[in-house]
């Protein structure tokens, strides 16, 4: 027969084997599909349910049957981890450890699944305000599989405690290629400096300062604090470098320093040129927050008039409603009578609607406040607030 023709009765024949094949296949899977529905609870369903609707008091109540049905087994296990977590979220802490305690007395649970009902128990224990107990157990964990992540809360724990020379330590222990947490341990070391200042030990916040540097060469802190102890050793020309500096790193930091930056200079008896180098960077940088500082430096050195012109002129440079409120202020003694007290009244408006729009922002999660932070005490992330009030 010619070969050509085998070509076309071959597959021809083989059709029907392959259709039994997967006939059988789909037969063995939907079997093994079913038995294994069969075996979960319709309890679980109804917990899974429940979740869905938001109802975690039903969904608590219906895993709960399912854990003690099925004491002992693997889906139990899996189940209490969850339950445990769930309690949790919910506030109750109480049931959360008592849930993970449980787990860990089964001679069972060895290896991974002890390291991670370990974990749970460690975020059980801190968010009952046991810090003691949690740094424990994650102190314990450091070295397992769980380790990294043991890491990372250690690091928040010691962030909330203050306890920044063992944040360092823990940051410096997971810093890898991907994430250096160099701008996290830079802040730490400022965090030190801070409290070295605070207790007039300068060399020890110099050593601070420096090795925040050395870690992220673009702190604006760390030139801040560096600033402020040269002004408390008096040495002001060395504050001027080190405020200046921060022009290279982030100018928008300047308006945090500018009235240090003119109050070293007029210790050296050179004011007017402070005041000029203010005028200078906001001239440079209009969104820079420093024209209430340069009226006011303005107005001892030059005088009512010439300080109201030259604020006048920097708030159109860059108009917003802390430069209309000024402004309004500075034109009230030029006004006619008649509409003084209608301006007065307008002043007072936008005064009170800058208070509550202007305000700073943390650029990762948008948490809004009246007070600057370097810690950002809604999303932990550090140096994200704005430096300058914004419109929100």
Known sequence: MDTAVWWWIVPVCLLPVFFAMGWFAAR????????????????????????????????????????????GSIESYELAVSMGKLYRNRGENDKAIAMHQKLLESPDLIGEKRQRVLYELGQDFQNAGLVDRAEQIFQDLKEGNAGKLAREVLLNIYQQDRDWEQAIAIAQELSHDAQTYQFEIAQFYCELAQASLFRSQFEQAKSHIQKALDYNRKCTRANMLRGDVAMAENRFQDAIEAYSAIEQQNHA?????????????????????????????????????????????????????????????LVRVNPDLRGAYRLLGLQLSTLDPAWRADVDMMRGVVGRYARKALMYRCRHCHFKSQVFFWHCPACNKWETFTPNKIEV
């Open 253 to 313: 930091y300047l308006s945090m320093v500018g009235e240090k930056i003119f109050d070293a200079y007029h210790a050296q008896g050179q004011a007017e040129q402070g005041l000029n180098v203010l005028i200078g960077y906001i001239r440079t940088f209009p969104q820079l927050d420093l024209i209430d500082v340069i009226y006011e430096k303005a107005l001892i050195l030059r005088g009512e008039s010439e300080a109201a012109s030259l604020a006048a002129d």
């Open 28 to 71: 063995v899977d939907m079997k093994t599909v079913l038995k294994q529905a069969k075996t979960v609870p319709s309890d679980f369903y109804a917990g899974v349910d429940a979740l869905v609707d938001k109802n975690t008091d039903v969904a608590v109540r219906a895993f709960g049957d399912v854990v003690a049905k099925q004491e």
